[in-house]
């Protein structure tokens, strides 16, 4: 399915008949025994005992998911392990008796679009989904899949392919039908009649011109139902009675059709009212019983064929539904949430719901008190450490000695510095005989802390190229000094010593094993050139194992190993007991070799206590993470691991069990983890790559307190803004700006879903409660950004048509009355404009474009002169004057749609020279805002931060307080700085009245979250806002309002507000790479 189909749908009032007692609704209630995941597909036996369903994260890292299986009506769910590695699954179905199982998958990404893929495999069970197998079908972007009652005959359709087909139960495949971008297959009971539904072509960011297609020959022949089935267009999903008298297909953002006659008419249902992102079907065997699924939506049912249908409100609404299921007589149903970012809706619902045993229990009985080995250990930063990027770390056998290094790798100055403690981690030194700065990954030391041996990558070669390779510097006077060794310059991943220090084990990317056993002087290599991801070794050497990364293909490493030695690295043999988690990314050992813990990128724990022979999966963390470091006691009875922006995990049972140790914090990027010999002492780091103060480094114990225990009180929090909107204009609003007083206002319109796009300006003289359109510019236009001065002055730019992937370029348009005469077209030249901005009194004007240079205007718009560097403006800001300006650029446009960075560029001589502000460092900036003496900047980054400047730009502060990256768009800030606010896409606005200090969330209430925020703007005091959404002109479910703070007063906007127009929720993003509305503040 498309990837950008998260789009939000508000829930209307829908008025029904009071309902007969056959036709009561399924009471629906969420299996709680199982953690929320991404669920995409789901099926039942036909007596509803067996369920099957597939996870498939689509969202974020770690892609796919694996499939689970229930034997006992849904009450608990057995993960596969049949099918190591996670799959894209997209469609599961089983034999009436549930026995035979058959799961589809998609594959990886072809392109940067999201919408195709390179195909996957198609997988059966026939021990009710035990152990799946991969078939002999081709290898397909698979999207539909059916078997019959017996489980002998399988159909499956693929998008942009043909129908394929199995009639021994999936040893032998065979294709038929024409090709298509198939959406759905349905097969009955005996296998002779199917129907398939096509999506059509796509064009547009939609599908258009499918069919419905049935067979009467199990398949061989194929039969276009046109005649009796509309060219909805986008047909998504179809499903059959057992003997297919009946069916049921759905069309996405379209309705859902019934046919009585076997595909030879059908007829549209308008019991529900209006359209739907429709998303799952299922029918019952004798067609009575029909639910079907909305995404981001409800669950509607009819127990008449089709005949009217009433929605559940008994399962959740504004859900992603993404798969349902019915057993035979339409009693038991199941159905799955898609949960794309581990929220905690992403659960299986059942109908009847599951027994209470399965579900949370009301009372939780009180916890027995932990035994000590059970107890976690309770960490603390080192302030003296705050604000580095801490990479790697180690620590002697009692913990006294720690040497960590850093290698700054987001933003320059890149690398860093070795520094050692001697005191326990209480203080650091910092090493000055490396001289300058390196990228150092791994690093160990002798059991005494007298040697150490640290690896460095080298320097950064450009995107996707990796680091150029360094060297291995070693300390034999417990860090005070480090030399190079030599060994050969490589892009060193890892590093490994023996107690006493005499014996090294080095592994390099896209290199061979080095190691030394004359403390560093000399070097040589072993084993098979590999992408070699860590190593670890016995206290003596004699015993080792090295992870491996396997090939990097489609933005990951697939296909690693473990391999092992018994001779002190002198051979290598691989581990036949390691899984092909595929992405190793870092093992542990114990002294003796008996136990190992080794972590998969994207993937699982596992654990091993037969040096090496047998590997275990661990299960108690509940799911796979992005794992990034691991430590073992001597022993091997306790381990640590650390999740890259996660926790930190603890054992004390050599592996059998972990908990989370939530005195260290949650969501931080972990880099590196060490523990003294039994295990008492750990010391973890944090790598700080944005010029945030959370890069620490973290010891168990923590370290002694150096700071009063008594905080001071905090000032009450200012009263946050209250937003409401204006239901009497509803449009794809692009852009908004308001006079300093708030009297005046002017909205841009750019509606680009469809023909013909763009619009008009509109604008309002009374504090944005009235709102009239403009007629002067003649025709719709692509507004890209307005903004205002006090006086009157307004300036709009467009961006033009659009051409591939940028646009044929557009004018400057400018009002000398507020808009109140008109607009005309200014002398700028047609470019791809992006952001305009003004002096209070409008006579200065400056405007930057894609691509292209920043262009100004001294004289009120007549004429207009190019400068600054030629760099993809994205935003500019000036002050009071014009005479400080400041503009962001996004970079240069990478393969995956995102930007490689650019620089945020200041100039104090109005424009007429621009300096980088690198203190700022690279980002893709999107938006920027300055106050009107120039002393106040914020910014904004693409699927980032915020970003605080109060000294004229000398330094930038990242803001900790929102919590994490943003897809931000536009922000605004008050005359002298204080006040600042700034929207996200899909999402909520955020408000500081400190100067950018912290930054709070507008509730629900106060302004709708999960919206398409597209524009904003406040007065020069900033008690006044205004905000505006980018709707979606086909449907008036998703409102494009202007909303106002104050809210408009009550009678003054017509119709009034509801409370459901305030949390209306508006379309959903666009792709990344796509045009997007580029506000700047007023």
């Known amino acids: ?345 992403g659960s299986i619902w059942l109908s009847p719901p599951p027994p209470a045993s399965s579900l949370e229990p009301t009372a939780k009985p009180a916890a027995a008190p932990p035994t000590p080995a059970q107890q976690l250990p309770v960490f603390g930063p080192v302030a003296s450490t705050r604000g580095k990027s801490w990479k790697t770390i180690t620590s002697s056998a009692d913990g006294t000695t720690i040497v960590a290094a850093e290698n700054r790798e987001a933003v320059a100055p890149f690398g860093g510095n070795i520094w050692t403690s001697t005191d326990s981690g209480a203080s650091f030194t910092e090493d000055t005989s490396v001289g300058e700065p390196k990228s150092w990954r791994f690093s160990a030391m002798s059991a005494d802390g007298k040697k150490v041996a640290v690896a460095e990558v080298g320097n950064y070669a450009g995107y996707n190229q990796g680091y150029t390779g360094g060297g291995i510097f070693f300390s034999d006077d417990t860090g005070v000094t480090f030399r190079e060794t030599s060994a050969p310059i490589g892009y060193w991943h890892g590093v490994a010593m023996t107690s006493a220090g005499d014996s090294i084990a080095a592994v390099m990317k896209e290199g061979r094993i080095w190691r030394s056993t004359d403390a560093a002087a000399t070097w040589t290599a072993s084993g098979p050139k590999r992408n070699w991801a860590a190593i670890a070794m016995t206290s003596s050497g004699d015993k080792r194992a090295a992870a491996e990364m396997g090939n990097f293909s489609d933005n990951g490493y697939a296909g690693g190993s473990i391999w092992l030695s018994t001779d002190s690295g002198v051979t290598w043999s691989e581990s036949v007991g390691a899984p092909s988690e595929g992405w190793w990314w870092t093992l542990s050992m114990s002294s003796d070799g008996k136990h190992l813990a080794a972590l998969a990128e994207f993937g699982n724990l596992w654990m091993s206590s037969d040096s090496g022979a047998t590997f275990v999966v661990d299960t108690s963390i509940g799911e796979t993470q992005d794992w990034q470091a691991i430590s073992m006691s001597s022993d091997g009875t306790r381990v640590a691991a650390a999740v890259w922006y996660g926790s930190i995990y603890y054992s004390s049972n050599s592996g059998a069990s972990f908990m989370k140790d939530t005195s260290a914090p949650n969501k931080t990027v972990w880099s590196a983890i060490t523990m003294d010999l039994d295990g008492s002492k750990i010391a973890a780091t944090v790598q700080d790559d944005q010029g945030s103060t959370d890069g620490y480094i973290w010891l168990s114990p923590p370290p002694p307190a150096s700071s009063p225990t008594a905080k001071p009180v905090a000032p009450p929090t200012p009263a946050l803004p209250v937003f409401g909107p204006v239901t009497s204009v509803s449009k794809a609003w692009s852009a908004l700006s308001m006079s300093s007083d708030g009297m005046y206002l002017t909205a841009a319109v750019d509606q680009e879903i469809t023909v013909p796009y763009g619009g008009p300006i509109f604008t309002s003289s009374d504090g944005g409660q009235t709102w009239t359109e403009d007629t002067t510019v003649g025709g719709v236009k692509r507004w890209i950004d307005v903004a205002l001065s006090s006086d009157g002055w307004v300036v709009a730019a467009e961006i033009g048509d659009r051409t591939g992937d940028t646009f044929s370029g557009g004018g400057i348009y400018i009002s000398e009355d507020f808009g109140a005469t008109g607009f005309r077209k200014t002398s700028a030249p047609m470019a791809y404009w992006h952001a305009v901005a003004m002096s209070v009194s409008g006579g200065v004007m400056a405007g930057c474009v894609r691509n292209g240079s920043i262009w100004l205007s001294k004289d009120y718009g007549e004429s207009w002169a190019a400068t600054g560097p030629t760099k993809d403006w994205t935003s500019i800001a000036c002050d009071s004057t014009c005479t400080n300006l400041v503009a962001v650029e996004g970079g240069v446009l990478q393969p995956d749609w995102t930007y490689s960075g650019g620089n945020v560029y200041h100039s104090t001589d109005s424009g007429s020279s621009w300096l980088a502000d690198t203190s700022a460092g690279k980002r893709w900036w999107w938006t920027i805002a300055l106050s009107s003496d120039g002393t106040h900047i914020a910014a904004t980054e693409r699927y980032g931060n915020l970003w605080i400047s109060t000294d004229s730009g000398a330094s930038y502060a990242m803001d900790k307080s929102v919590g994490g990256p943003q897809d931000w768009r536009a922000i605004a800030i008050s005359a002298d700085g204080t006040k600042i606010a700034a929207n996200v896409w899909f999402g909520a606005i955020w408000y500081s009245s400190d100067a950018g200090a912290s930054f709070d969330e507008l509730p629900d209430a106060h302004a709708p979250n999960e919206t398409s925020w597209s524009g904003l703007a406040m007065t020069s005091s900033g008690d006044k806002q205004a905000a505006c959404v980018m709707g979606d002109p086909r449907d008036t479910r998703f409102p494009g309002y202007i909303y106002l703070s104050p809210p408009p007063p009550a009678g003054t906007d017509s119709p009034t507000p509801s409370s459901s127009a305030l949390t209306a929720k508006p379309v959903a993003p666009p792709p990344v790479g796509t045009a997007s509305p580029t506000p700047s503040s007023s």
């Open 1 to 345: 399915m498309p990837q950008e189909k998260n789009a939000a749908i508000m829930s209307k009032p829908i008025f029904i008949l009071l309902l007969s007692s056959a036709a009561a609704l399924p009471a629906f209630g969420p299996v709680t025994s199982i953690s929320p995941k991404a669920w995409k597909a789901i099926t039942s036996s036909a007596d509803g005992s067996k369920i099957v369903a597939a996870v498939n994260r689509e969202a974020s890292a770690p892609y796919g998911g694996h499939v689970w299986t229930s034997t006992d009506s849904g009450t608990s769910f057995t993960k596969d392990t049949s099918v190591l590695e996670p799959k894209r699954w997209r469609a599961v179905a089983n034999s009436a008796d549930g026995k035979t199982v058959a799961a589809a998958e998609i594959g990886k990404p072809a392109d940067e679009t999201g919408q195709t893929f390179t195909g996957g495999a198609i997988y059966l069970s026939d021990d009710y989904g035990d152990t799946l197998r991969k078939t002999s079908a081709p290898m397909k972007y698979w999207h539909g899949i059916d078997v019959n009652s017996g489980g002998d005959f399988i159909a499956a359709v693929a998008k942009g392919g043909q129908i394929w087909r199995s009639t021994d139960a999936g040893k032998g495949w065979s294709a038929s039908g024409p090709t298509r971008n198939w959406g759905s297959i349905a097969v009955s009971s005996t296998g002779d009649k199917l129907a398939a539904a096509e999506m059509g072509n796509y064009s547009d960011n939609r599908y258009a011109g499918g069919s419905i297609m049935l067979s009467t020959d199990s398949g061989l022949t194929w039969s276009d139902a046109s005649i009796g089935a509309p060219k909805e267009g986008w047909w998504w999903q179809v499903t059959m009675s057992s003997d297919g008298a009946r069916l049921a297909a759905i069309a996405m953002f379209g309705s859902v059709y019934i046919s009585t006659d076997a595909g030879a008419s059908f007829v549209m249902d308008t019991s529900i009212g209006e359209t739907y992102d429709w998303e799952a079907l299922t029918m019952s065997s004798d067609g009575t019983a029909v639910a079907a699924a909305a995404w981001y939506g409800s669950i509607w049912y009819s127990s008449d064929s089709g005949a009217r249908f009433v929605e559940d409100k008994s399962a959740p609404n504004k859900t992603f539904w993404s798969s349902i299921s019915m057993d035979s007589t339409g009693t038991k149903l199941a159905a799955c949430v898609q949960s794309d970012e581990g929220a905690a809706d």
